[in-house]
């Protein structure tokens, strides 16, 4: 899902009780391909609009121009942490009306709510209930949809295409110059994804970075090739 992309369902002026999201603006913050397709399903099944920044960077552009009802924001990016971004947001005027942080790392959860978010989602997000219920319990009451809201108990499933994606930007990371940053930032993208996708291997070897964290000492032979093997393995999907 390329930086900037909005869903074009048709904007409904009013949120129902099948598409209870349906008045909403979301940005998501979020350098995983594979996870922003989760967001983006959700947000499709929601009825919310939906914008997507890829870094730090990316997403201060977005909110220099306009104001989303909802911020979702991944805790570790490429330039910095999303922490970072929900602090300068809590203090803001106008406030974003409701900022949501997200991570593969529950143990962050307690960082981002002392940082001002209003709501920390784990991945991966349960299903399109979680969803919803995570943006409507953090926006004014006067902008929740009718009562009784239908709850769906329906997950997604984002495109592998994604997953491929992401998997080929860990093997250009690791072909080119690694420093202690770098280093930190694959290992938690590799976390965030094997967490988001289900796969236990790359939550497991993610903790080689993390148990020596000095790249000259470190041999990333078995997560190159782990990373080989999956691309290899989703080339035809």
């Given at each position: 899902?390329?930086?900037?992309?909005?869903?074009?369902?048709?904007?409904?002026?009013?949120?129902?009780?099948?598409?209870?999201?349906?008045?909403?603006?979301?940005?998501?913050?979020?350098?995983?391909?594979?996870?922003?397709?989760?967001?983006?399903?959700?947000?499709?099944?929601?009825?919310?609009?939906?914008?997507?920044?890829?870094?730090?960077?990316?997403?201060?552009?977005?909110?220099?121009?306009?104001?989303?009802?909802?911020?979702?924001?991944?805790?570790?990016?490429?330039?910095?942490?999303?922490?970072?971004?929900?602090?300068?947001?809590?203090?803001?005027?106008?406030?974003?009306?409701?900022?949501?942080?997200?991570?593969?790392?529950?143990h962050l959860e307690q960082t981002a709510l002392d940082a001002g978010a209003d709501d920390f989602l784990a991945k991966p997000i349960a299903g399109i209930a979680a969803f919803q219920?995570?943006?409507?319990?953090?926006?004014?009451?006067?902008?929740?949809?009718?009562?009784?809201?239908?709850?769906?108990?329906?997950?997604?499933?984002?495109?592998?295409?994604?997953?491929?994606?992401?998997?080929?930007?860990?093997?250009?990371?690791?072909?080119?110059?690694?420093?202690?940053?770098?280093?930190?930032?694959?290992?938690?993208?590799?976390?965030?994804?094997?967490?988001?996708?289900?796969?236990?291997?790359?939550?497991?070897?993610?903790?080689?970075?993390?148990?020596?964290?000095?790249?000259?000492?470190?041999?990333?032979?078995?997560?190159?090739?782990?990373?080989?093997?999956?691309?290899?393995?989703?080339?035809?999907?």
């Open positions: 899902m390329p930086d900037g992309f909005e869903n074009l369902q048709p904007r409904l002026r009013k949120p129902t009780a099948e598409r209870p999201l349906s008045d909403i603006t979301l940005l998501v913050v979020e350098d995983s391909k594979f996870a922003s397709d989760a967001v983006r399903l959700m947000a499709l099944h929601s009825g919310a609009r939906l914008r997507r920044a890829d870094c730090l960077a990316s997403a201060r552009r977005h909110l220099a121009v306009y104001r989303p009802s909802v911020v979702m924001i991944d805790l570790g990016l490429p330039d910095g942490s999303g922490v970072d971004l929900i602090q300068e947001l809590a203090v803001a005027e106008p406030r974003v009306p409701a900022i949501i942080a997200t991570s593969g790392e529950t219920h995570a943006i409507l319990k953090c926006l004014p009451r006067d902008g929740l949809p009718p009562s009784p809201r239908l709850v769906s108990n329906a997950t997604v499933a984002p495109d592998p295409v994604a997953l491929r994606d992401d998997l080929a930007h860990v093997a250009a990371l690791l072909s080119g110059p690694i420093d202690q940053a770098t280093l930190a930032y694959i290992g938690q993208f590799i976390h965030s994804l094997g967490v988001s996708g289900d796969d236990p291997a790359l939550v497991d070897v993610s903790s080689l970075l993390t148990q020596n964290p000095r790249p000259k000492d470190l041999d990333l032979s078995q997560l190159q090739a782990l990373v080989r093997t999956k691309i290899e393995n989703t080339a035809h999907i």
